[in-house]
């Protein structure tokens, strides 16, 4: 049974950093692409960032392109969040989600994705 945990999330004032984790367990980890994604209150779920299996492709939402970096560590089973000068608009709740099947392809859409963690509050304060 796949399992993903988050933390790091919390209050930070803009300009401000945060890391976050996500533990993933329950299958072989690096078999599978990961992403990030994250919901204002009133608005869609949004695709924040994405990384291949290996680690060596990762893919960005315009929006946090330049201040956050997606990374993971495929012997800890751990998908990574590295967040930089947030700003007001950064405030969401942040999931991590995993590809359903092993497959090359980074995906971008949360359609792509089979499996989600139960969400982190992520608070920037002007």
């Known amino acids: 049974q796949v399992q993903l945990v988050e933390s790091g999330g919390g209050l930070v004032q803009a300009g401000g950093s945060l890391r976050l984790s996500c533990a993933a367990s329950g299958r072989t980890f690096s078999d599978y692409a990961m992403g990030w994604f994250r919901q204002a209150p009133g608005k869609e779920r949004e695709f924040v960032a994405s990384i291949s299996r290996s680690g060596a492709y990762t893919y960005y939402a315009d929006s946090v392109k330049g201040r956050f970096t997606i990374s993971r560590d495929n012997v800890k089973n751990t998908v990574y969040l590295q967040m930089n000068s947030l700003k007001p608009e950064d405030t969401a709740i942040y999931y991590c989600?995993?590809?359903?099947?092993?497959?090359?392809?980074?995906?971008?859409?949360?359609?792509?994705?089979?499996?989600w963690g139960q969400g982190t509050q992520v608070t920037v304060s002007s």
């Open positions: 989600a995993q590809a359903p099947r092993t497959s090359p392809y980074t995906g971008r859409l949360s359609s792509e994705y089979g499996y």
